[in-house]
């Protein structure tokens, strides 16, 4: 079986694993074996074609992760050029014929010469080691922590472009994936970029070790002078620095230029002349300082002034085209406008409603934009997380948008495209609410929280600390649109799940625990009825995280019944601690109100059974009067301070809170099967009608 997630079926070998193995293993028998100079020859010219390819490659590729083994790439290819660099040597000390590749480098391009041949290897190492590897270095070294440090912000960007609709689930995983593999790159490239540059200083002390024994080995063994061991040694030993600093030059090239690529994604041959040569004012300015410096100063006319022609013509030729490429594009929107208005498409996208909806004025902008140092993004991720840990259902992607029509300050939400709510908030201001044991008035503008609608007032930012200090709860406007939001979705969290909510929660569950899943659906139940029975618990606030639990509850009793509402009494006896460490405290006795047994048994003498489901008859005189005592004992608990909870007996609470569901929204109905055994509950009234 799979060991730490990798898979058991092996990949064939292919030509490219052989060629890559044998490049490497190839660099090893060249450091032991002798090779002949033709073979040699070979070699070296294979070496500088690699180095070719690979810096085409790095100036041609349009992002830095299709060569995301480049860090291995140069590892690679600096061992080879070392392994070449020995092999080279050795012919060059044993036999004084390194062969024809290294000895047209010594002649043609260090000039025959030993001095010329010195001065130009000795050059070729300085551009490499102060110029290119150092920038290199540097720039990888930079690059690596910026990339790390910004990766917290990159993350909180994709969930806040999930969350707005921007991206869809697959597009977010795969630029985690995609951010997640460029660290890794640039944090790679910061090490490796030492590679190259051990390379040169490896290249530098084997030429020095090269022309001391090559001179020992031509005075002491081969029976030279002096003068000419150092003029032949040197030649040939210069031939093969220059055969491995050219390559080794080109591979610092290439790095240099793939760390430094401003743009991820860009042709870099075109963007890079655009960008040098592609204002017309540049051009103009450019020629005529050319072509004013052949006229005024000794430079040679013949060439500068035609230069600077040139350059003005090329100007007026590049703001041609600049017209010619706006006059296109402007043709071009203007027909695809036409053609999106013209599909029928754009018609049925009309018809998709988003299940939750944030709109607000243009005063609340600065709140929702990133750029202007708004977090109202960051916190709506924070609610769909916050959801998901209390009630264990995932939230709908929340929308949020301007809407000129509003008020600057004024914000709405919506659920299903119907506006449910609303609150006015004022930018650069505090909201300071008495939590009731405060006395001393502090001045302010009076208002309602728009949550709780509980009274409040609007201060400055001045008055801020002075608030705080005498005990009143003061929140930011971000904090107030959060919170508002957060409980709106709490209240309609029951209808915002849907059947492919479920069917997801389904998969993921059979995923641990396949058996339970496969009990229950679709053989005893089908997805309707699993909702149904989640939405019941989700609408009284009962979480549906311990989905095992719950599923293995209605695979023990839906055999028996298909009533959903009675399923749903089972379930949550089943998740009494829950539901108890939810409501109950277990440091102190909990007050709460019970029902009257006499009322017990007339609601339960009411209720009809049908197909569709149990109702009450109760008329309407006795509801108004079962109502009335209990928002009476409701009432007393509210003095004291406490949350509404009516205890009855199982068959009846269900049944009771249908019919309270209509008097008293929040009101807290439990029954005795769902108390735990270590809750202690002190009755403070009893309904009686």
């Not at 002798?34 to 070296?44: F, R, Y």
């Not at 609150?423 to 405060?438: Q, S, T």
């Not at 997801?504 to 009825?529: A, Q, R």
């Not at 009101?667 to 270590?678: K, T």
Request: glycine share 8%; charged share 20%; proline share 4%.
């Amino acid at each position: 079986m799979p060991v730490g997630g990798t898979d058991t079926k092996k990949r064939p070998f292919s030509i490219q694993d052989i060629a890559a193995a044998l490049y490497l293993l190839a660099a090893f028998v060249f450091m032991i074996i002798t090779l002949p100079s033709v073979l040699l020859d070979i070699c070296l010219a294979f070496n500088m074609a690699i180095a070719f390819a690979v810096l085409f490659n790095t100036l041609f590729t349009k992002e830095v992760l299709d060569m995301s083994y480049y860090p291995t790439i140069l590892l690679f290819t600096t061992l080879f050029r070392i392994s070449l660099n020995i092999s080279s040597t050795k012919l060059i000390l044993t036999t004084g014929d390194p062969g024809n590749v290294v000895r047209t480098f010594g002649q043609f391009v260090g000039g025959n010469d030993l001095i010329v041949g010195t001065i130009v290897y000795i050059i070729l190492l300085i551009v490499q080691m102060v110029v290119i590897n150092k920038g290199s270095e540097r720039v990888s070294e930079v690059t690596a922590r910026f990339t790390l440090d910004a990766m917290p912000g990159k993350q909180m960007a994709i969930d806040a472009d999930l969350n707005t609709g921007a991206i869809t689930d697959q597009e977010a995983k795969e630029r985690r994936e995609k951010l997640q593999n460029e660290s890794t790159f640039f944090g790679s490239m910061d090490g490796a970029v030492k590679y190259v540059k051990g390379d040169t200083t490896a290249g530098l002390l084997i030429t020095a070790v090269n022309i001391i024994g090559g001179i020992a080995m031509g005075v002491l063994r081969r029976g030279m002078t002096f003068p000419d061991a150092l003029q032949n040694y040197t030649i040939l030993t210069i031939g093969d620095g220059l055969v491995g600093a050219i390559p080794s030059l080109l591979i610092s090239l290439a790095t240099g230029i793939l760390v430094t690529k401003g743009s991820k994604q860009a042709d870099f041959g075109p963007t890079l002349v655009k960008q040098v040569l592609g204002v017309p004012k540049v051009m103009y300015f450019s020629g005529a300082v050319i072509a004013f410096l052949g006229i005024v100063t000794p430079l040679n006319s013949v060439i500068f002034v035609p230069m600077g022609a040139l350059f003005v013509i090329g100007g007026r030729v590049i703001a041609n085209q600049l017209s010619v490429e706006e006059v296109v594009t402007e043709t071009k929107e203007e027909e695809t406008s036409a053609e999106e208005i013209r599909k029928p498409e754009n018609v049925v996208s009309l018809l998709n409603v988003d299940p939750i909806e944030l709109e607000f004025g243009y005063g609340i902008i600065p709140l929702a934009d990133v750029n202007q140092g708004g977090d109202l993004l960051d916190r709506v991720v924070m609610i769909r997380r916050q959801i998901a840990i209390e009630l264990g259902t995932v939230v709908p992607i929340i929308r949020l948008r301007d809407n000129i029509q509003l008020n600057p300050n004024q914000y709405i939400i919506k659920i299903k495209g119907i506006q449910v709510s609303e609150g006015e908030i004022l930018f650069d201001h505090y909201m300071a609410m008495n939590p009731g044991g405060v006395e001393e008035e502090i001045a302010g503008i009076k208002t309602f929280e728009p949550s709780y609608h509980l009274p409040a007032l609007w201060i400055t930012e001045s008055q801020r600390e002075r608030a705080e200090s005498l005990g009143y709860t003061v929140v930011d406007p971000p904090s107030i649109i959060a919170t508002h939001l957060t409980e709106i979705i709490r209240q309609h969290i029951a209808e915002l799940l849907t059947r492919q909510d479920t069917q997801n929660l389904i998969n993921n569950l059979k995923e641990s625990n396949p058996e339970v899943v496969e009990e229950l659906t679709p053989k005893l139940m089908g997805v309707g009825e699993i909702q149904k029975v989640l939405q019941n618990l989700l609408q009284e606030g009962v979480s549906i995280r311990d989905l095992l639990t719950i599923f293995e509850t209605l695979a023990d009793y839906s055999p028996t019944t298909r009533d959903t509402d009675v399923l749903t009494e089972y379930v949550r006896q089943a998740l009494k601690r829950a539901i108890s460490a939810k409501f109950f405290s277990e440091y102190e006795a909990t007050s709460v109100v019970t029902l009257d047994p006499k009322v017990e048994q007339e609601i339960m003498q009411s209720v009809k059974q049908t197909e569709q489901g149990a109702y009450l008859t109760l008329p309407p005189d006795r509801t108004k009067a079962i109502m009335n005592a209990t928002e009476a004992e409701v009432r007393k608990l509210e003095e004291l301070g406490k949350m509404p909870i009516v205890v009855t007996s199982p068959i009846v609470r269900i049944y009771f809170k249908k019919l309270s569901e209509d008097y008293i929204q929040d009101l807290i109905v439990i029954s005795y099967n769902e108390v735990d055994s270590g809750v202690e509950l002190q009755s403070v009234g009893m309904i009686t009608a």
